[in-house]
């Protein structure tokens, strides 16, 4: 009997409602491992093959980090739930939890851009 590679995987929208991307950080899945991540997950979505993480924040919401493997562009996807009404707060829980700065950003959704990376400054400080 064989089994097509989905069937092992997890369906990424089907266990996570974390869907949203508001932020993408430089850093892989084995980086962000290192800094707590709990360990990412196999798994794939109507894109792509996908590596995800789920964090549980201090808040008691979830944020998800989603790498998909043919991406052309390197980096982590900070997902956050469709209708998330906090986005701000959420990003800066995960900023808190996992220790990261303005550089380990490389794009943060325009509507919270100079928010976040302005809190990020008075944090340097």
Not at 11 to 27: C, G, I, K, Q, Y
Not at 98 to 104: E, M, Q, R, T, V
Not at 119 to 124: C, D, F, G, S, T
């Amino acid at each position: 009997m064989t089994f097509s590679v989905q069937s092992q995987l997890l369906r990424f929208d089907e266990v996570n409602s974390e869907t949203n991307p508001v932020a993408v950080l430089r850093l892989e899945p084995p980086e962000l491992e290192e800094r707590g991540t709990p360990k990412f997950c196999e798994g794939y979505d109507d894109l792509d093959y996908l590596t995800f993480s789920v964090l549980l924040l201090s808040s008691q919401h979830r944020v998800a980090l989603v790498r998909h493997k043919n991406s052309p562009k390197p980096g982590t996807e900070v997902c956050v739930i469709p209708d998330e009404l906090n986005i701000l707060e959420r990003l800066m829980e995960t900023i808190n939890l996992l220790g990261l700065s303005n550089k380990d950003f490389s794009w943060i959704h325009p509507q919270h851009e100079k928010e976040v990376r302005d809190k990020l400054n008075i944090l340097v400080r």
